[in-house]
């Protein structure tokens, strides 16, 4: 098992930065791949950012060049760094801790966090 709480939404105007954090307890957080969604209402959740165990990373085009996700591994959490925020940015994010131990797949989430950029 894997909690996670995330922190660090709020509300910024378009242009402006925000990072959020998310503190995982519970299970060996490094064997876990990380990564922060998204879901604005009506729309399908959606990755924004993802860190596997090796630290490499992924990010959808629209917000590459713009969001950073890093993990530290000693203090359990994992980050994402988001800059020249857009209003269409705004959503709730989700934290997510994914393993694939043979045949299970460990997926768990947070309760997610708003985030909402004004024009």
């Known amino acids: 098992q894997v909690q996670l709480v995330e922190s660090g939404g709020g509300l910024v105007q378009a242009g402006g930065s925000l990072r959020l954090s998310c503190a995982a307890s519970?299970?060996?957080?490094?064997?876990?791949?990380m990564g922060w969604y998204r879901q604005a209402p009506g729309k399908q959740r959606e990755l924004v950012a993802a860190?596997?165990?090796?630290?490499?990373?992924d990010y959808p085009d629209s917000v590459k060049g713009r969001f950073t996700i890093s993990r530290d591994n000693a203090k359990n959490t994992v980050d994402l760094q988001m800059n020249s925020l857009k209003p269409e940015d705004t959503a709730v994010y989700y934290c997510n801790a994914v393993r694939v131990l043979g045949p299970v797949r460990y997926n768990y989430w947070g309760q997610g966090t708003q985030v909402t950029v004004s024009s």
């Open positions: 860190i596997t165990r090796g630290t490499s990373t």
């Open positions: 519970g299970s060996i957080f490094s064997m876990y791949t």
